[in-house]
């Protein structure tokens, strides 16, 4: 797809830098872009520097250290807008990194290992002041990083976070106007995955979009909002638009946010900080429990606590093998008179009997689709 988009060419060192806007720093928060003409500023390269070193550098340090700049997977660039001869890495920012520490380390006699030769130091450093890379040359600028990385991550290369593939996906869907069968296809996943990455990106932007809590929004709160999509109760709760791909319960909405955000007044609690919360506080909800959810929310009882507290009277759920079993022998068992004696009656409950069969069997046959879809996912 791209690949007429990219020219080989050998570039200078000192002219390549490092991505501040790299995917793999879009983790927790999401952060300003920085401008391509701010990109070569110092400020910007040393956070670049600290961040990517989170990441596997001192492996790729290691073996490149031993092994030398091998050319099996180039690093991608692009030229920097503004800034004629300079160039951002869009793919291969680790490799990058670990070249010039090495670089750098050469120089200034920093080598820990004494067992490799400082003639091989030397012809290392004469043989990377320039490098091959790819050039790209195409129109999506600013985006190509996350579309390349993307498309050798997202399958398993490297495993991103939830958060990540679904801006990635969710970007193709509302800048490209791709379908979800379409943006799944280029990433490697199912359409039903990806709509699910959609919905819950969408979901969390409502968040960032808020006048009230835009600032607690946060990247890792994910898992939490996918987790409120997935669960119907909690979902009929915030009341979900389909169509416009949001919650409108604006009221409920600002409760959940309350909840998944730190507290200034209780020490920065968080009454819910796992996706497994989400369960137990749409139980509160659905069954009406309002005095437990008002001690929860005033952080007298925890979510865990007052579902316990819940469930506490609740009668013991029937064994629904023996239920069945019993249903399915007393219907076996009735004698032919009865059905001769009122016909059109019995015929009226076995017709009520089949519409709860027939709505059980979807619920259960959505249940194994669901779970299909996140095995394959």
């Not at 952080?299 to 009668?315: C, G, I, K, W, Y």
């Amino acid at each position: 797809m791209y690949m007429d988009q990219l020219a080989v060419e050998y570039l200078a060192v000192d002219d390549i830098f490092l991505d501040p806007n790299n995917p793999r720093f879009w983790t927790e928060t999401t952060r300003p872009i920085v401008q391509d003409e701010k990109i070569v500023d110092a400020i910007h390269q040393n956070k670049s520097r600290i961040e990517i070193e989170k990441h596997g550098v001192d492996e790729l340090y290691s073996s490149m250290l031993r092994n030398g700049f091998l050319l099996l997977d180039r690093i991608v660039v692009r030229p920097l807008k503004g800034l004629s001869g300079k160039y951002v890495v869009v793919e291969g920012n680790r490799r990058f990194r670990s070249l010039t520490r090495l670089r750098a380390d050469i120089l200034e006699d920093n080598i820990a290992e004494s067992d490799v030769p400082q003639s091989d130091l030397q012809r290392f450093l004469k043989e990377t002041s320039k490098i091959e890379v790819l050039v790209y040359s195409g129109d999506n600028g600013e985006d190509i990083s996350w579309l390349l990385q993307g498309i050798r991550h997202i399958g398993g290369i490297r495993q991103w976070d939830p958060a990540q593939r679904a801006k990635l996906v969710s970007d193709q869907i509302d800048r490209e106007g791709m379908t979800y069968t379409a943006a799944g296809q280029q990433f490697g996943l199912t359409s039903v995955a990806v709509g699910r990455l959609y919905r819950t990106y969408r979901a969390l932007a409502q968040m960032r979009s808020d006048e009230e809590y835009s600032t607690k929004a946060r990247n890792d709160y994910f898992s939490i909002f996918e987790a409120a999509y997935s669960n119907h109760a909690m979902r009929s709760w915030l009341e979900w638009s389909e169509s416009d791909c949001k919650f409108t319960n604006i009221d409920n909405l600002k409760r959940l946010y309350s909840w998944i955000s730190p507290d200034e007044e209780n020490s920065k609690k968080r009454r819910i900080h796992d996706p497994k919360q989400i369960k137990e506080v749409a139980y509160l909800i659905e069954n009406g429990h309002s005095t437990l959810l008002g001690q929860f929310e005033d952080f007298e009882l925890s979510v865990s606590e007052a579902r316990a507290q819940a469930t506490a009277n609740d009668p013991k759920p029937k064994d629904w093998r023996k239920s069945i079993a019993m249903a399915v022998s007393l219907l076996g068992d009735l004698p032919q008179s009865i059905i001769s004696d009122d016909p059109d009656e019995f015929l009226e409950v076995l017709n009520t009997l089949a519409s709860i069969i027939a709505e059980r069997r979807q619920m259960v046959e959505a249940v194994l689709a669901s779970q299909a879809d996140q095995t394959s996912a």
